[in-house]
């Protein structure tokens, strides 16, 4: 069972957001509903989410119509930064916004080390 505590959440994003070029991150619900954020901004917050959960449905569709198994993560990357998403379980996806240029592999390993925490 994953961990719902907000302050344990925060903790661990705390330091998954320690890596080179995180911006920030959050623990998402599958409703598109901020549950955790290092993002101060409300507004920013209310996006994240909801374009969070819009990009997983139309990913797990191109993984499932071309026989590449099941989403492991969704990597959107832009010219101002970038967008990755990682599931957590059924109910939860984490998502990380990094700066132009990050180097993507260390953030995946970070971002698999929170998950592992986030599921105990």
Request: charged share 20%; hydrophobic share 45%; glycine share 10%.
């Amino acid at each position: 069972m994953a961990i719902l505590d907000t302050q344990i959440l925060r903790g661990i994003l705390e330091n998954l957001n320690q890596v080179n070029g995180i911006k920030g991150s959050a623990v998402v619900s599958r409703d598109g509903l901020i549950m955790v954020s290092t993002f101060d901004d409300p507004g920013f917050n209310d996006k994240l989410g909801a374009m969070t959960t819009a990009s997983l449905n139309p990913a797990n569709s191109t993984l499932e119509e071309l026989s590449l198994g099941k989403n492991w993560a969704l990597i959107l990357l832009g010219t101002e930064g970038g967008l990755l998403v990682k599931e957590i379980d059924d109910d939860m996806v984490l998502s990380v916004v990094v700066n132009p240029g990050t180097s993507i592999a260390p953030v995946v390993e970070a971002m698999k080390k929170a998950v592992n925490e986030i599921l105990g």
